[in-house]
Every structure is written in structure tokens, then in C-alpha cells.
């Protein structure tokens, strides 16, 4: 849905930093984009390269897009990534944020009996994509796992109907 609401180009040169396990970079693929895409992360999973947001191995004007896909609220230094960011871009490229949303899976968290986590605090300008979806008792205990947390996982209470929800805006450079 992220890269639905971006529109990009099929042939810019796409940096995603914070790539994780490499989704966004394989759905690019999956849909024709012929520019280059390159994912970095410090932990990498498959066709992610090893890199820290602070100091990214790229030459500066890399990259006509650099995204940024629920990832600066856990950086170290957020404003010394996003120099970086601006350092790799090409002149006239952009850089893009997206975070969680206030309404990001909230009946999941309410039906496990916790707080929603504390979300980015993204610009007025952010647009919201919401994507209905339907969350297991497994998808809940992976979720949990991912913030660190631990709870009971009732079974009887899922699965629940929710909705993913990402605040995506453009950080001019």
C-alpha cells in the first residue's frame, strides 16, 4: 500500500533505508521497476545490503528517491540520516517518510489488552493510507515480538478485524 500511495516512477534509482527483510525492495521488483533499488539495513535479510541510515555507502547524487518506511523513530540519530539521505539524493530527488498511523492496528492491541506503542509525530502535510486487513493470534504474537513486548495471546479473541494505517509524507531536500 506504501508504494501504491508513492506512485513512483518505474525508472527512477530507489534507495530504501531501513530495508529490514527486503519486502519493499522485492515488491518493486515484482512489478516491473526498472530503475535500480537498493535496501540497506544493519541487520540485512535477502537482497538487503548491510548499512547504517547515519553513514550510507553510496556516493553523494546515488539515488533519485530515498524512502524511509517506519524506520526514523528507531534511529540513533534521525537528523544525521536524513543528512545522509539528502547527501545520496540527486538534485530535484525526494526523500520520503512513512510511519504508523494513530489508528495503526488498534483493535489488535485492544484485544490483547495493550496501549498502542508511541508512533512518529509526522507533519500535518502527511497523507494517510489505510489497508483493512485480518489479524491472526500468530500474526498478534509475531507483532509483540517485534516491539519487544510480551502478553497473552487469547485465542478465542482473534481473529480480528483491523486496518493497517501509514502516514507517508515528502521531507523536501
Do not use: I
Request: hydrophobic share 45%; proline share 12%; charged share 20%.
Amino acid at each position: 500500500m506504501l508504494l501504491d500511495a508513492l506512485s513512483l516512477s518505474p525508472t527512477l534509482d530507489v534507495l530504501d533505508v531501513g530495508a529490514g527483510d527486503g519486502r519493499l525492495v522485492r515488491e518493486l521488483a515484482r512489478r516491473g521497476h526498472a530503475g535500480r533499488v537498493v535496501g540497506v539495513d544493519p541487520t540485512p535479510g535477502p537482497d538487503v545490503q548491510p548499512a547504517h541510515a547515519e553513514a550510507l555507502p553510496f556516493p553523494d547524487a546515488s539515488f533519485d528517491v530515498v524512502l524511509f518506511a517506519r524506520v526514523l523513530a528507531h534511529l540513533p540519530d534521525p537528523a544525521r540520516a536524513l543528512a545522509e539521505a539528502r547527501r545520496v539524493l540527486r538534485p530535484g530527488g525526494q526523500v520520503w517518510a512513512a510511519a504508523h498511523g494513530p489508528a495503526h492496528l488498534r483493535s489488535t492491541w485492544a484485544a490483547l489488552g495493550q496501549s498502542l506503542p508511541p508512533g512518529d509525530a509526522p507533519p500535518e502535510s502527511a497523507s494517510t493510507v489505510t489497508c483493512p486487513l485480518t489479524v491472526t493470534a500468530d500474526d498478534a504474537r509475531f507483532m509483540l515480538g517485534t516491539y519487544a513486548k510480551e502478553a497473552e495471546v487469547p485465542p478465542h479473541l482473534f481473529p480480528v478485524q483491523d486496518a493497517a494505517q501509514l502516514l507517508v509524507w515528502c521531507l523536501n531536500p
